[in-house]
Each structure stands twice: as C-alpha cells, then as structure tokens.
C-alpha cells in the first residue's frame, strides 16, 4: 500500500476496442442509442466519415490489443522455468516479424513436428485475417437506405 498506482495497459486496450466496436455497430445499424448524437448524425456525410473513422480506430486498437496479447503470451512461454519452456519454433510462430511465408511454413510444413507450433502459426494467421474481416463485416452492416435515404431508389 505504497500509493503507487498502476495502470494494465492490456485492460485499457481491450476496453478501448470494445467500447468503439460497440459504438462502431451501433452507428452502423442506426440504432436508436447513436441517432442522438448531433455532431455525428447532423449529415449523411459526416455519419458516414464517423462510422469510418470509428472502424479504422477500432481495428488500429484491436490490432494492439492482439500484438500485446501475443507478447505476453510469448515471454511467458520463454521465461517459464523447467522442461516445459518454449522451442526456437515456438517462438517464431509468436514474432511479429515472422512472414506470411514463415507462418504458413510452421503451419503446414512437414519439417514442424510439434502440434502446439502448428496451432500458434495458425493463430497468428488468423488474427492477420481478423482485423480487415471484422471492418469489413461492420462497414457490410450498414444500412445504406438509412444513410443515403430515398435518393438510393432513385
């Protein structure tokens, strides 16, 4: 009880991206919670560029909440103590400077033997894919009829 206050960086980012992913699907759907907002909905241009700007912020923050997610889970493999610890392959499926090329080869290569390196890569492969897919699914979920109104049937 030293008055020495700390902050879990990890806690902020998963908060942070949740909190804009939610707002993110609200505006998107034009829910009723979001058409308040004057400053957002005052046109259909600006809904529009403040249901961008809300989706590239939230996947810039979804990005770092996975890359810390993944540092923390590399450094404590590696530091663990005992037979148990991390392989060198182990940890080229967690860096972040391992290829495209490098994690399909620890995925499917037939020079990996170990299952767990095969699931890494392959986790990391997803959470490459994840990051666009989930704009993309937010930005499909859009209402065009709600923001381009009767001029789209025209």
């Not at 991206?17 to 993110?24: E, G, W």
């Not at 666009?132 to 979920?141: D, Q, T």
Request: aromatic share 8%; hydrophobic share 55%; charged share 10%.
């Amino acid at each position: 009880m030293g008055g020495v206050f700390r902050i879990n960086h990890g806690s902020v980012l998963v908060f942070l991206t949740l909190a804009l992913l939610v707002l993110t699907c609200l505006q998107a759907s034009g829910s009723i919670l979001t058409r308040n907002f004057t400053l957002v909905n005052q046109s259909r241009g600006y809904s529009i560029f403040f249901l961008r700007a809300f989706s590239e912020i939230a996947g810039v923050s979804l990005s770092a909440t996975i890359a810390a997610t993944l540092e923390s889970i590399k450094w404590a493999m590696i530091c663990r103590n005992g037979r148990s610890r991390a392989r060198f392959v182990d940890f080229l499926a967690l860096q972040e400077g391992t290829t495209i090329l490098g994690l399909l080869s620890l995925a499917i290569g037939a020079a990996v033997p170990s299952i767990k390196t095969r699931l890494w890569s392959i986790t990391r492969l997803l959470t490459m894919v994840l990051i666009p897919g989930i704009g993309i699914l937010i930005m499909s979920m859009l209402s065009l009829l709600l923001l381009l109104g009767p001029k789209l049937g025209s």
